[in-house]
């Protein structure tokens, strides 16, 4: 950066001596005109009363026009000189200035060219690497960007989407088949029934809705268990009356036994007797043959 100092008095006295030196010296007018006037006394042209009163005319009239010439000319000159100064202080200072501009215009330059590069990176990160004619369009575009990668992503979620959806159709079928075996095995295994309504505390004012004639697992089970019910009573009552039968036998046989009312004979009696007519019930049809 170029440093100019300016002064800030103007330099006029010396110029003004300077101009005044030059007017009275060497080849000048005055000095002419002085030259002339001695000539033409020596010449007898003049007198010297005359040469007094031209020089003195010439004198005062060179002096104030010295003066005052030479003034103005100084004031010219030192303004012309401090002009000057105050051109090159304000070229210098626009030298600085072009040089900022030229350090901000390259400055904006690398910017420029680092946006530039920038947007090329992200041009490549997204869409990846293009190829252009000689007119500038794309002819062909790689798959290795961002935008290419999210449609592959878009196309997997896509066919996840349907595959779930394929799922989720299974789900409802095996949803349907659930609901179908939980009606289909509530109505095998008790029938049809209607409720009145559904709390807390479960199912109200189930009634039986299917008609006698069908036969559910239940009813089944029913029967079965109360077949088992009477074989087990059966083979109870059968033991029992073994049993009975066999202490009768040794007690005849021992011939100490009374059987006359209200005798241990009489009483042992009755029980084989009681025995025999509960297995007597035991192998009938009847729900009566198990005792409750």
């Given at each position: 950066?170029?440093?100019?100092?300016?002064?800030s008095?103007l330099?006029?006295a010396?110029?003004?001596?300077?101009?005044v030196?030059?007017?009275?010296s060497?080849?000048?007018?005055?000095?002419?005109?002085?030259?002339?006037?001695?000539?033409?006394?020596?010449?007898?042209?003049?007198?010297?009363?005359?040469?007094?009163?031209?020089?003195?005319?010439?004198?005062?009239?060179?002096?104030?026009?010295?003066?005052?010439?030479?003034?103005?000319?100084?004031?010219?000159?030192?303004?012309?000189?401090?002009?000057?100064?105050?051109?090159?202080?304000e070229?210098?200072?626009?030298?600085?200035?072009?040089?900022?501009?030229?350090?901000?215009?390259?400055a904006?330059?690398?910017?420029?060219?680092?946006?530039?590069?920038?947007?090329?990176?992200?041009?490549?990160?997204?869409?990846?690497?293009?190829?252009?004619?000689?007119?500038?369009?794309?002819?062909?575009?790689?798959?290795?960007?961002?935008?290419?990668?999210?449609?592959?992503?878009?196309?997997?979620?896509?066919?996840?989407?349907?595959?779930?959806?394929?799922l989720?159709?299974?789900?409802?079928?095996?949803?349907y088949?659930?609901?179908?075996?939980?009606?289909?095995?509530?109505?095998?295994n008790?029938?049809?029934?209607?409720?009145?309504?559904?709390?807390?505390?479960?199912?109200?004012?189930?009634?039986?809705?299917?008609?006698?004639?069908?036969?559910t697992?239940?009813?089944?089970?029913?029967?079965?268990?109360?077949?088992?019910?009477?074989?087990?009573?059966?083979?109870?009552?059968?033991?029992?009356?073994?049993?009975?039968a066999s202490?009768?036998?040794?007690?005849?046989?021992?011939e100490?036994?009374?059987?006359?009312?209200?005798s241990?004979?009489?009483?042992?009696?009755d029980?084989?007797?009681g025995?025999?007519?509960?297995?007597?019930s035991?192998?009938?049809?009847?729900?009566d043959?198990?005792?409750f």
């Amino acid at each position: 950066m170029a440093t100019i100092s300016v002064p800030s008095e103007l330099d006029v006295a010396d110029k003004f001596a300077i101009l005044v030196a030059q007017s009275l010296s060497g080849n000048s007018a005055y000095i002419r005109a002085k030259e002339t006037i001695q000539e033409m006394v020596e010449k007898g042209d003049i007198d010297e009363t005359q040469k007094a009163e031209i020089i003195a005319s010439i004198v005062g009239s060179a002096t104030n026009n010295i003066n005052s010439t030479s003034m103005s000319t100084a004031l010219a000159w030192a303004s012309a000189e401090k002009e000057i100064e105050l051109k090159k202080l304000e070229l210098a200072k626009q030298l600085d200035i072009l040089d900022q501009d030229a350090l901000i215009k390259q400055a904006q330059v690398d910017q420029t060219n680092t946006a530039i590069r920038l947007s090329k990176i992200e041009s490549k990160r997204i869409y990846g690497t293009a190829v252009f004619d000689v007119g500038g369009n794309i002819t062909s575009l790689d798959s290795t960007g961002k935008v290419a990668k999210d449609m592959e992503l878009t196309d997997e979620q896509i066919g996840k989407i349907g595959f779930e959806n394929d799922l989720v159709q299974q789900k409802i079928k095996e949803s349907y088949a659930a609901v179908h075996k939980i009606i289909a095995d509530t109505y095998v295994n008790y029938g049809s029934y209607t409720y009145s309504g559904l709390t807390v505390g479960g199912v109200t004012g189930v009634t039986q809705s299917h008609s006698g004639t069908f036969k559910t697992l239940s009813d089944t089970q029913k029967d079965i268990a109360i077949e088992q019910a009477k074989g087990y009573t059966y083979n109870a009552w059968a033991n029992a009356l073994t049993g009975s039968a066999s202490m009768l036998g040794t007690a005849i046989a021992s011939e100490v036994f009374d059987f006359t009312p209200g005798s241990p004979g009489q009483l042992l009696l009755d029980t084989i007797l009681g025995t025999a007519q509960n297995l007597k019930s035991a192998s009938s049809t009847s729900d009566d043959a198990v005792p409750f």
